[in-house]
T-cell receptor, first 113, second 111 residues
Framework: KAGVTQTPRYLIKTRGQQVTLSCSPI?????VSWYQQTPGQGLQFLFE???????NKGNFPGRFSGRQFSNSRSEMNVSTLELGDSALYLC????????????FGQGTRLTVV | GEDVEQSLFLSVREGDSSVINCTYT??????LYWYKQEPGAGLQLLTY?????DMKQDQRLTVLLNKKDKHLSLRIADTQTGDSAIYFC???????????FGKGTMLLVSP
């Protein structure tokens, strides 16, 4: 059974640009959550999608957005990139049912220059 | 608000036991997790415990939960150099998929 796949693994972008990250969850999983990991702030929750609907949202500016497709694949978009957006972005896949495990992908390392 | 705290660093010798501690503040936490992160990698789920349990054992891993003190620990028996990594404690509330993480404990295992 394939794990959680995130693409691309690495990205370098310039300030002001926008970026789209992709996450394919484990087959059969309907929930995808996104987290930002930085040395200073640690792991912070961005948002969660379940069956194409945003179910929960963290405390991030509106420049961060996401969506989920009917096949459960999810994309995350960051517009008007800032230097502080440089981070490892992790996607977690779960069935969405209460009490189940969340499995993470390898992450996308975004560097903003 | 929710808060999860861990000590930042632990150093042990190969073959010893390691104990990584975590405290949380949200009494409505229903599931508590331990994840491992190696350099340049994502998070690997090690184990989790439901809040109505006191202990869970899985091979070399033992999780202890003291719900009264909101204290969680992960014991790794016979620690190996391959166990060197950052270990994250996380909590999840009933009804939500969101995980709240601690800052992580760096475990260094020396030969």
């Amino acid at each position: 059974k394939a794990g959680v796949t995130q693409t691309p693994r690495y990205l370098i972008k310039t300030r002001g640009q926008q970026v789209t990250l992709s996450c394919s969850p484990i087959s059969g999983h309907r929930s995808v959550s996104w987290y930002q990991q930085t040395p200073g702030q640690g792991l912070q929750f961005l948002f969660e999608y379940f069956s194409e609907t945003q179910r929960n949202k963290g405390n991030f500016p509106g420049r961060f957005s996401g969506r989920q497709f009917s096949n459960s694949r999810s994309e995350m978009n960051v517009s008007t990139l800032e230097l502080g957006d440089s981070a490892l972005y992790l996607c977690a896949s779960s069935s969405g049912q209460e009490g189940t495990e969340a499995f993470f992908g390898q992450g996308t390392r975004l560097t903003v220059v | 608000g929710e808060d999860v705290e861990q000590s930042l660093f632990l150093s042990v010798r190969e073959g010893d036991s390691s104990v990584i501690n975590c405290t949380y503040t949200d009494s409505s936490s229903t599931y508590l997790y331990w994840y491992k992160q190696e350099p340049g990698a994502g998070l690997q789920l090690l184990t989790y415990i439901f809040s109505n349990m006191d202990m869970k054992q899985d091979q070399r891993l033992t999780v202890l939960l003291n719900k009264k003190d909101k204290h969680l620990s992960l014991r790794i028996a016979d620690t190996q150099t391959g166990d060197s990594a950052i270990y994250f404690c996380a909590e999840r509330n009933s009804g939500y998929s969101t995980l709240t993480f601690g800052k992580g404990t760096m475990l260094l295992v020396s030969p």
